[in-house]
């Protein structure tokens, strides 16, 4: 079992930045790949970006990309969501989620461990 906090979330301006952060407590020594995804009012839960067991590799939503890194400590206790130049179309409920696939996806139907997820505001 793992489970995972979500912690970061705000009310920022357009332009702004925010770090998100994903505390996995449990069976952490597992080969989890992580991702984060969020939801907006009235909106399916879209991908936003995923990595890697060993932090290697890194995918993107086109959305996103550029913007947002991705990023995970060594001990795969933590991992970040740094997101830069945000627009009023990034609010949303961000939530973290791992896969006991290693490799990572898009796909939350691929993921087995999700946290409850942290509100995330850009004001125009």
């Known amino acids: 079992q793992l489970q995972l906090v979500e912690s970061g979330g705000g009310l920022v301006q357009a332009g702004g930045s925010l770090r998100l952060a994903c505390t996995a407590n449990?069976?952490?020594?597992?080969?989890?790949?992580m991702g984060w995804f969020r939801q907006a009012p009235g909106k399916e839960r879209e991908f936003v970006a995923a990595?890697?067991?060993?932090?290697?590799?890194?995918y993107y939503s086109p959305s996103v990309k550029g913007r947002f890194a991705i990023s995970r400590d060594n001990l795969k206790t933590t991992m970040w969501l740094h997101m830069n130049n945000l627009e009023p179309e990034d609010t949303a409920v961000y939530y973290c989620?791992?896969?006991?696939?290693?490799?990572?996806?898009?796909?939350?139907?691929?993921?087995?461990?999700w946290g409850q997820g942290t509100q995330v505001t850009v004001s125009s």
């Open positions: 989620a791992a896969d006991r696939n290693s490799a990572g996806s898009r796909r939350a139907t691929e993921y087995d461990y």
């Open positions: 449990g069976r952490t020594s597992s080969w989890y790949s």
């Open positions: 990595i890697s067991w060993g932090g290697g590799s890194t």
